[in-house]
């Protein structure tokens, strides 16, 4: 059976994956320690090095991110709280559209194609990154869990998704940039996975994905033939 006759639906995971979270996350850190004189104790390039790492592709904990940044830089004066705020509010308008992504999404539709986003964060910011970027009106259903008090890599939410793109998990991929909320966690429901690798080497030490890309448009022949 080829993979085009196998993968009757889609479901792609949002942030560096449909869009790019990491170039936003670039543009929030250098306006950030810009418009921060608390930060200027460390040079500009270090201060930007060290944000980014400790940022761990978004897969971290805000309070605790935050912490760290005050413990670093004692000067930065605003409250974890603020700075939460900011934060999603300065990345929700900061992201741009992947054309490229995008065209394929309507092909897929074109093609008749079930598909859909699952993406984790809080929900007011992540409506308003797809509105920024066009998502919304293309795409057929987004589900954001954290609007029901869950997350991936909950099973749940993965079975609420396929059942909404309305085939079963053997036949509907999952196409996502992190390892344990996005691969680990659709394997776990039998879905099969494409791991957007943005350049990186699977360390995990858990099952490999079925397909690993750079950009979500390498799966157009595995969908459309």
């Known amino acids: 059976m080829s993979d085009a006759a196998r993968y009757k639906a889609v479901i792609f995971d949002m942030d560096d994956t449909l869009i790019s979270r990491q170039r936003a996350y670039r543009v929030y850190v250098e306006e950030f320690y810009d418009r921060n004189i608390g930060l200027h104790s460390t040079d500009r390039p270090e201060a930007i090095a060290l944000m980014i790492a400790w940022d761990g592709r978004g897969d971290n904990d805000k309070i605790e991110y935050f912490g760290r940044l005050k413990r670093r830089w004692p000067g930065l004066d605003m409250p974890i709280h603020e700075l939460i705020e900011h934060f999603f509010g300065r990345m929700a308008a900061a992201v741009e559209p992947d054309l490229e992504a995008n065209r394929f999404l309507g092909e897929l539709s074109e093609a008749g194609v079930p598909w859909g986003i699952l993406t984790n964060g809080e929900s ?54 992190n390892p344990r909320t ?25 099952p490999l994905p079925d397909h690993q890309i750079d950009h979500v448009t390498e799966l157009r022949a595995l969908l459309l033939g």
């Open 182 to 206: 996005d691969i680990r966690g659709a394997q776990g429901i039998g879905m099969p996975t494409a791991w957007v690798k943005a350049g990186r080497e699977w360390t995990d030490g858990t």
């Open 124 to 177: 007011k910011f992540q409506r308003g990154k797809m509105a920024t970027v066009g998502l919304d009106a293309i795409a057929p259903f987004a589900l954001v869990p954290s609007e029901t008090g869950d997350q991936k890599p909950s099973p749940a939410v993965f079975e609420e998704a396929v059942r909404q793109a309305g085939h079963d998990a053997s036949g509907t991929l999952f196409v996502g940039d």
